[in-house]
Every structure is written in structure tokens, then in C-alpha cells.
């Protein structure tokens, strides 16, 4: 079993220049060698494939003295054999009456050519403690990697994305308990992530921040004052700025490490764990500090849980965050005047009073459960294809132009 982990990675203005060259070198690659497998195609019906034209773009580097890695060449003829499968597949359709006429597999117009693949770890690239990726050609990049890779390192890909940014993704290959299916009878729970409490669960448990990163986080508050009180481009500055930037690295390490003793308790507790899609609606506006920090500790609960739901073969499904605050979790009722300052939830209809995220997480879990019993319905299998956040993992591989067969990931 294969599982992809994602991470922004920082290249320096040099280093992004040279992935840039390499992007342009594969991409013209990836054209020459398309061009030749059309070319054979035409004159014999054959075409170079596999093999042959990892060869051949291994020569044609060499002729057009390319710098990309050549082991990076044989990814290039991978995409370029894959393309010509699908080929080959419409043109079969084709003559079975059912599509119009195959068009040959596209060139790829300048820019088009987005990611630059290492298939053989640890050729090309190593991974060195928590922060460092030395890539071979462009020197060593700043990661923003934690120490989560389980299971044997594969490959490597580098992609660029739209944004500008770039990002590795380091594809493992190890036991991961995937095939588990997950049933409605299996013990589930709704999260809700709030500004008081950190979160609150559909079973009532509210789970508090804890103290030493609320400590942290005052003191992240206060370097920011003390930031904006020093004058611009003085030596000072520049001072606070450093302080700040530790205040924000060592919050980070410490809901990281709470955040860890936290997801794998919930994996232990249930199998199946409702969350909220996207971040907390709006909830904390106005409050630049709070919602990123807010935002940070959800993105990290739900990259965490989405991981370890996919080792331990559970489920985690992300549910529409639409009117779970105001809404009753008992008689549905919405509550159109439920403000921040508003703890408790009163419902007029049915007179129930709970705390307001626990009522949110209650909502939650309702929406998640009516979501898999609706599936389980259409399917017949229990929780096929849901949207979880396991499966993004999948379409990033897929992304990264990898070939989906050969990976073995379980679509929820
Ligand atoms: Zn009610």
C-alpha cells in the first residue's frame, strides 16, 4: 500500500530558477518524445513505449544537453507511455462504434509542464531531520516536513503549483490498514472546533486548550505588540521580528504535539469521526490573531486525523458546516439570533439548553451519520465514496501525474 505526504517546500530564488529550467527541459522532452512516438505510430502502427522511451529520453537529454536528473527523464516517457494508452484505449472505443474519432495524445503548450519527478529514493534526493531536502541539481530546500513519513520512502515529486508555490510530495509505501471497512454500527462521533474550547465532541466532552499554549499564545500577542511599536527598518525591528518569529515556531511545536495526543485518541475512541468542512464559518472575524491560530490548530486536527483514520481504517468525513451552531441538535429549530457571546444554546421549541459546541458537534455528528446512511443506501457497501479526507491524498498522487494503477488507495 502506497500513501502520498504533501509538503510546502521554499526554494530560493536560484534554486526556483533551476527547478523552473527543469520544468521547461522535461516539458520539451516530453514533446520531442511524443512527437517520435506519433511519428513511429504513423509509419508502422507501432509506437515506442515503456522501456524504449526511457531510453530514448535519456539520449535526447544527452543530445540537447539537459541538466534535468536523468532517472527524472524516465518519468517524462512514463507520462508520455501513459498518454498513449489512453490512446490507444479511445481509439479501441472508437472502432467499437462508440466515440467519435481519437485525436493523438496533446502537446504540452510552454508553462503547461508542472512537477518533476525523483522515482528512486534515495537516488536524486534525501530527506534529512525535520527540515532540510536535498534534491539532486538544486541543492538543498527548506521543507516544511514534520516527522510523520511511515512506511519505506518511494519517490519524490516536485510540482509547482498555480499559486506560485511549491510543494514535495514523498510517496511511502508500507501496512496501512486500508481495507477495513467502516459500518454505521461502528462507534462514530461529531467534532466541533471552537474558540473557547478547543474542541467539543457530540458525546459532550469539551476539550480545553492547554495551559502552557495559551501561555505561548499570550506571549505570541505580545511580541506582536511589541513588534508594531518599534520603528521601521531599525535594528530593533529587526530583533523583534526574530522574537516573534520563535513565539510563532514554538506554538506551532506545542498544538503539534497536543494536536498528536489528541487525534490519536479519538482514532482509538471511534471509528468513524465527523468534522466540519472548511474552516469555522466566520465564527472569529475581526480577529486576525485568534482565527489563525484557530485555523491552524483545525487544518493540522483534520491533517492529522485524515492520516491516522487511513492507517487505523477509519473514517473521517468532512460535513457541510451549514447552520450547526444555530440549529437545535435536538428538535432542529434554528436559532437566527445565536450570537459569539452566547455559551449555552436555548432552544424556544423544545426547551433543551447545552453548551453551544457541543450542540454544534451534536448537529455534526447527525449531519455525518444521515450523509453514510444515504450512501450506504445508493452503494451497498458502508461508507463507499464519501468525501473524506482521506481521498484528496489519492487525487494528489494522480495530480502529481503519477499512474493511478499502480496505487492502491482506498476511495472512502
Ligand atoms: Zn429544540
Redesign the pocket.
Known amino acids: 500500500m502506497k500513501r502520498a505526504f504533501k509538503y510546502r517546500v521554499y526554494p530560493t530564488r536560484e534554486q526556483e530558477d533551476l527547478l523552473n529550467k527543469y520544468l521547461e527541459e522535461s516539458r520539451q522532452l516530453y514533446n520531442s518524445l511524443l512527437e517520435e512516438s506519433i511519428k513511429a505510430y504513423k509509419e508502422d502502427g507501432n509506437t515506442l513505449l515503456g522501456y524504449n522511451l526511457q531510453k530514448t529520453a535519456l539520449k535526447l537529454r544527452k543530445e540537447k544537453g539537459f541538466t534535468v536528473y536523468a532517472q527524472s527523464t524516465q518519468d517524462v516517457a512514463d507520462r508520455v507511455t501513459k498518454s498513449f494508452k489512453n490512446f490507444f484505449r479511445r481509439v479501441k472505443e472508437n472502432k467499437s462504434g462508440k466515440k467519435q474519432k481519437a485525436g493523438y495524445p496533446r502537446f504540452k503548450a510552454l508553462g503547461r509542464y508542472k512537477s518533476i519527478a525523483f522515482p528512486q529514493y534515495p537516488h536524486g534526493f534525501k530527506i534529512l531531520d525535520d527540515s532540510l531536502l536535498p534534491v539532486s541539481g538544486v541543492g538543498t530546500l527548506k521543507i516544511k516536513y514534520l516527522k510523520d513519513i511511515t512506511g519505506k520512502i518511494k519517490t519524490l515529486t516536485i510540482k509547482k503549483e498555480p499559486t506560485g508555490n511549491w510543494y514535495a510530495i514523498i510517496i511511502a509505501e508500507g501496512e496501512f490498514k486500508n481495507e477495513n471497512h467502516v459500518c454505521e454500527s461502528d462507534k462514530a462521533v461529531g467534532i466541533d472546533v471552537g474558540l473557547t474550547s478547543l474542541i467539543a465532541t457530540s458525546y459532550g466532552e469539551l476539550i480545553e486548550n492547554p495551559k502552557i499554549l495559551k501561555n505561548s499564545e499570550k506571549i505570541l500577542k505580545i511580541r506582536h505588540r511589541q513588534l508594531s511599536k518599534k520603528k521601521k527598518g531599525s535594528k530593533n525591528r529587526n530583533k523583534a521580528r526574530i522574537r516573534l518569529a520563535k513565539a510563532y515556531k514554538k506554538v506551532e511545536r506545542q498544538r503539534k504535539t497536543f494536536l498528536h495526543d489528541l487525534t490519536n485518541k479519538l482514532i482509538k475512541d471511534y471509528k468513524i469521526i465527523f468534522v466540519e468542512k472548511l474552516n469555522i464559518n466566520g465564527m472569529v472575524r475581526n480577529h486576525y490573531l485568534a482565527k489563525s491560530i484557530l485555523d491552524a490548530s483545525w487544518n493540522e486536527l483534520a491533517r492529522q486525523l485524515s492520516y491516522k483514520a487511513e492507517e487505523a481504517g477509519s473514517i473521517v468525513l468532512q460535513v457541510d458546516p451549514r447552520n450547526t451552531s444555530k440549529a ?6 434554528i436559532n437566527n439570533d445565536l450570537t459569539l457571546a452566547d455559551r449555552i444554546f436555548r ?6 439548553e447545552l453548551n453551544r459546541d457541543v450542540n454544534a458537534a451534536k448537529n455534526i455528528s447527525r449531519l455525518g451519520l444521515g450523509t453514510l446512511s444515504r450512501r450506504g443506501t445508493e452503494s451497498n457497501a458502508c461508507g463507499d465514496e464519501a468525501t473524506t479526507t482521506g481521498k484528496p491524498i489519492a487525487s494528489i498522487v494522480a495530480e502529481a501525474g503519477k499512474l493511478e494503477s499502480d496505487l492502491h488507495f482506498r476511495n472512502y
Open positions: 437545535c441538535s435536538n428538535c432542529g429549530w432552544c424556544q421549541k423544545c426547551g433543551i
